[in-house]
């Protein structure tokens, strides 16, 4: 490896991060909100590290190799989480480094369990700058990169397969990587846009538009409010949280290809869309008749509305509530858990196993069923009508292993570390699955401020391993890596 070529790159990446602080401060300057200072002090000392890495390495400089990009990556999504928590620490000096540092790495990771309370007090900037957060994590800050560093000279195939979720990573939609990434990002703002203008025809300010704007479409549930969406009490707000939540939920190449031709066709071909419709809108209507039959809501319609908004926030990974659903017979939540672990389409800025992964391994379980009955049929597993390779399945399989390992674990380190089980347990699916709110002690009506410090570096750790997807980062912590 390269680690000079490596530092330089990262470099590059700490000053087009420390523009990024650009936008809170400007909204600070703007509102008069008090914050200004935090980021002016933030943006140098950003801009300074950054600088003194490229500059120091500039002669090292050098197109990537494999491992070289996947180093770089793991290196900028656990460094530009430190720089993210200048604000919030200058801002709000009684906020612990460990307790800083996780808020800014599920912002970025756009998983959105917070750790502070009193929201609503908060200067509107740094409400504004965790939701940034979110939105620049949800489609990746690499693939961002991606687009803009070309221009500097910087190579990014590999960063971009590095970071880019999903278990077929090298399917292009354009010709060249850095068009592929420009085009993604496109979509991803202009939906973005409509988001905002939708939340705020609904009734939202404009800062509740925008901020909500940007963790809808990031898939992340940090709010300006601590009682989440329940703020409002508007099934018109939930009902336009609820469509863009489905829309980032789904594979943004599918929404790049259909922007490009025109037509809903790539929906209707697109494969883990329909099973990921189906599967939600089954689950919103099987939530809402178990809650009429327990008794918890004495209508359908009104169990319709809380099941349909909550069902789809978990199950996205994005995590707002407009009730206590902690409160709820058991099974309800347990189902919602389980749902974030594999709906969500790779390509999207949610988490979790992805569907593509869950079908895949679907059929394969099918097809060993097959085996046992005729052990020499040969029949492969098929994917949108094309067979996959059996290095796929057998990926699909290794990461299935992995992420049941992790969750398993950390449940029984959390235990030991003194949490109840279903708090430990929902913590760690919650961090892996990059989703927010637990069960338990981090319900959605609590946040994550009862965690001790291990148990807060053991979840911070589980959030940035699932918006990785396991291997990119736990590949870096094996010897094998760092041998030539």
């Known amino acids: 490896m390269h680690i000079g070529a490596v530092l330089n790159h990262l470099g590059l990446v700490v000053m087009l991060f420390a523009a990024c602080l650009l936008v809170p401060l400007a909204i600070s300057l703007g509102l008069g909100d008090g914050a200004a200072h935090a980021y002016h002090e933030a943006i140098v000392a950003t801009l300074l590290v950054g600088a003194v890495l490229w500059l120091g390495t500039r002669r090292l400089r050098r197109e990537l190799q494999v491992r070289d990009g996947f180093l770089l990556v793991a290196l900028v999504w656990t460094v530009l989480p430190a720089f993210a928590t200048l604000p919030l620490l200058i801002f709000l000096p009684g906020l612990s480094i460990t307790d800083a540092y996780f808020e800014a790495v599920s912002g970025l990771t756009a998983s959105g369990a917070t750790v502070l309370s009193g929201l609503d007090a908060l200067p509107p900037s740094i409400n504004l700058w965790r939701g940034f957060m979110i939105w620049l994590g949800g489609m990746g800050v690499l693939v961002l990169a991606v687009a803009i560093m070309p221009l500097l000279g910087v190579g990014g195939s590999q960063l ?18 850095a068009e592929t990434a420009k085009g993604l990002w496109l979509v991803y703002f202009a939906l973005t846009v409509f988001c905002m203008l939708a939340y705020r025809w609904a009734g939202m300010s404009w800062i509740d538009a925008v901020m909500h704007g940007f963790t809808t479409m990031g898939l992340g549930g940090f709010s300006t409010h601590d009682a989440s969406f329940a703020y409002w009490n508007s099934p018109k707000i939930e009902a336009v949280a609820m469509m863009f939540m489905l829309v980032a939920g789904v594979n943004f190449a599918t929404h790049f290809l259909a922007w490009r031709k025109l037509s809903l066709a790539p929906y209707r071909r697109d494969p883990e869309a329909t099973i990921y419709l189906a599967v939600l809108f089954a689950s919103v209507l099987m939530i809402a008749l178990y809650l009429v039959a327990m008794g918890v809501y004495a209508d359908f319609g009104t169990a319709l509305r809380y099941a349909g908004f909550n069902v789809i926030s978990i199950a996205t990974t994005t995590g707002y509530a407009n009730t206590d659903f902690n409160l709820w017979p058991i099974f309800a939540p347990l189902w919602m858990l389980f749902l974030c672990s594999f709906v969500c389409c790779s390509g999207s800025t949610g988490s979790g196993v992805k569907m593509i992964r869950a079908q895949i391994l679907f059929k394969q379980s099918l097809r060993e069923l097959l085996r046992i009955i005729h052990p020499k049929l040969h029949r492969p597993v098929k994917f949108s009508g094309h067979a996959i390779e059996n290095n ?17 674990l950390s449940t029984l380190l959390l235990a030991a570390s003194g949490l109840d089980a279903i708090t430990g347990f929902s913590a760690a699916v919650a961090a892996i699955n990059n989703m927010g709110p637990g069960l338990g002690e981090v319900g959605p009506a609590t946040n994550y401020q009862v965690m001790n410090d291990f148990q807060t570096w053991l979840l911070t750790f589980l959030m940035l391993l699932g918006r990785l997807e396991l291997f990119t980062l736990l590949v870096v912590l094996t010897p094998a890596f760092w041998r030539r």
């Open 160 to 177: 971009y397969k590095a970071e880019t979720p999903g278990p077929m990573k090298d399917t292009k939609l354009t010709p060249r990587i």
């Open 392 to 408: 796929i399945v057998f990926a699909v399989l290794a990461y299935i292993f992995v992420y049941i390992a992790c969750i398993s």
